[in-house]
């Protein structure tokens, strides 16, 4: 248990650190970043209060980082045909799939690393991955609430 503590800091810290080089390479905040990541998996426009809800932000900050993606050009605001008074979040295809090419670059190394994998061990790390995502979550919301 101590070596995967170890390697699970290393891990998170590896990633952090690429996340930031990753955002400083498309010029943008790192949480900007991981909001883009973010609505390119929603089904479709989203309020300011779902980027804040994506993001753990307060929807005051989440305006802002909807004010600099739009600056950046990664997303547009429109009223909400059915109520005028809602404001949906929507992001540009052409900017997305700019993203979405400098992701292309950079996941030949990533396959090629699980290709190392069987099919067995990919589950397992699917499945672990999934559970991170879950207890993240809860952990956030205990660290929000104050818990420790």
């Known amino acids: ?55 753990g932000l307060t929807t005051g900050s989440a305006t802002r980082l909807v004010d600099r993606l739009e600056r950046a050009g990664y997303v547009t ?11 949906l979040v929507t992001v540009v295809p052409e900017r997305m799939a700019e993203f979405g090419e400098v992701w292309q670059k950079l996941n030949g190394s990533w396959y090629a690393m699980f290709d190392a994998y069987s099919d067995e061990e990919i589950a397992l ?10 207890l993240s979550a809860s952990q956030v919301e205990r660290l929000r609430d104050g818990e420790l």
């Open 1 to 55: 248990m101590d070596e995967l503590a170890i390697a699970s800091r290393r891990y998170m810290a590896s990633y952090a650190l690429f996340n930031q080089a990753l955002a400083d390479h498309l010029r943008l905040h790192p949480t900007d970043l991981q909001c883009l990541n973010l609505l390119g998996l929603e089904p479709g426009p989203v309020t300011t209060g779902r980027v804040a809800g994506l993001t």
């Open 77 to 87: 605001r429109e009223r909400a045909a059915e109520d005028r008074r809602r404001v």
């Open 125 to 134: 790390l699917t499945t672990h991955m999934l559970r991170t995502v879950e």
